[in-house]
């Protein structure tokens, strides 16, 4: 099966750091992109980052960029977003999404809940 | 960057009715990278149509897109219940991915 799982969410102070991982499993991980993308309690879905295959290619939602870092291990069928700087804002259920060639989500994980709070 | 602007906000229909989502570009988009997603009460999103008017694999054939350039739309032929959900378009412009705010669809 085609599967997603994402970890590392949890309460975390503002200006605090989380690392959230996203396994990989029923397919090729290094053919594919990933996408992160978040949704904050009762709002709709904002894109927050998006890697490529190889990793060589990485792009940030501009209200992310400079404190969110994406990487991958495809060697581990792993992806990672470390979050740092974090604010109340950035509170929201993160999501990792495998991308298709023409820049869709095909599969998505069930998420990870993040909340930055004192 | 492009902004993504979905009506109606709400669409309140009775089953076997027909549900017409809006979605539209500030500036055009390459129906390539037009997808839209379907949302039910806490769960993930689902992938619905992809390249504008491709249907995504096992999605019945009451759901269609349609639409180019800066207008596109999403057709719920013959709303059944199990349609309640928040539906959303996606793009892709320029490495960056933009989503709408949503349609919700409630059934009578």
């Known amino acids: 099966e085609v599967q997603l799982v994402e970890s590392g969410g949890g309460l975390v102070q503002p200006g605090g750091s989380l690392r959230l991982s996203c396994a990989a499993s029923?397919?090729?991980?290094?053919?594919?992109?990933i996408n992160w993308v978040r949704q904050a309690p009762g709002k709709g879905l904002e894109w927050v980052s998006f890697?490529?295959?190889?990793?060589?290619?990485?792009y940030y939602a501009d209200s992310v960029r400079g404190r969110f870092t994406v990487s991958r291990d495809n060697a581990k069928d792993s992806l990672y977003l470390q979050v740092d700087s974090l604010r109340a804002e950035d509170t929201a259920v993160y999501y990792c999404?495998?991308?298709?060639?023409?820049?869709?989500?095909?599969?998505w994980g069930k998420g990870t809940t993040v909340t930055v709070s004192s | 960057e492009i902004v993504l602007t979905q009506s109606p906000g709400t669409l309140s229909l009775s089953p076997g009715e027909r549900a017409t989502l809006s979605c539209r570009a500030s500036?055009?988009?390459?129906?390539?990278?037009l997808a839209w997603y379907q949302q039910k009460p806490g769960q993930a999103p689902r992938l619905l149509i992809y390249?504008?008017?491709n249907r995504a694999a096992g999605i019945p054939d009451r759901f269609s897109g349609s639409g180019s350039g800066t207008d596109f739309t999403l057709t719920i032929s013959r709303l059944e219940p199990e349609d309640l959900a928040v539906y959303y378009c996606?793009?892709?412009?320029?490495?960056?991915?933009?989503f709408g705010p949503g349609t919700k669809v409630d059934i009578k």
């Open positions: 999404g495998r991308v298709r060639g023409w820049y869709y989500i095909d599969v």
């Open positions: 029923g397919f090729t991980f290094s053919n594919y992109g």
């Open positions: 890697i490529s295959s190889s990793g060589t290619s990485k």
């Open positions: 500036q055009s988009v390459s129906s390539s990278y």
């Open positions: 390249g504008a008017s």
């Open positions: 996606q793009q892709y412009e320029s490495s960056q991915f933009t």
